[in-house]
Each structure stands twice: as structure tokens, then as C-alpha cells.
């Protein structure tokens, strides 16, 4: 990990009381959690 650089792993769960997510939903929500954390966070999503 490069200095000045942090590795954290978070879990989270989807779901939905009106109806049962598509995979197209899932996707939506993963891209608005990853905008906002890089946002707020500046956190950037390694592969």
C-alpha cells in the first residue's frame, strides 16, 4: 500500500420491501455507493 494510503473493506446488503432486485438495480446502487464514497472519501476501488 502506498504511503499515505489506507486499504479498507466494507459488506454491504441490498434489498428492497416493494420487489425483488434485478441485477440491473444492483448495479445502479454499487455505481452511486462507489460516486459517493470516491466523493466524500476520496476512496478509489482497487481490482
Not at 494510503?5 to 441490498?14: C, E, H, P, Q
Not at 416493494?18 to 464514497?37: A, P, Q, V
Request: cysteine-free; glycine content about 6%.
Amino acid at each position: 500500500m502506498p504511503e499515505g494510503k489506507k486499504s479498507v473493506m466494507f459488506r454491504f446488503w441490498l434489498a428492497s420491501d416493494e420487489k425483488t432486485l434485478s441485477s440491473g438495480d444492483i448495479d445502479l446502487l454499487r455505481e452511486r455507493l462507489l460516486k459517493k464514497l470516491e466523493f466524500v472519501l476520496g476512496a478509489k476501488l482497487r481490482y
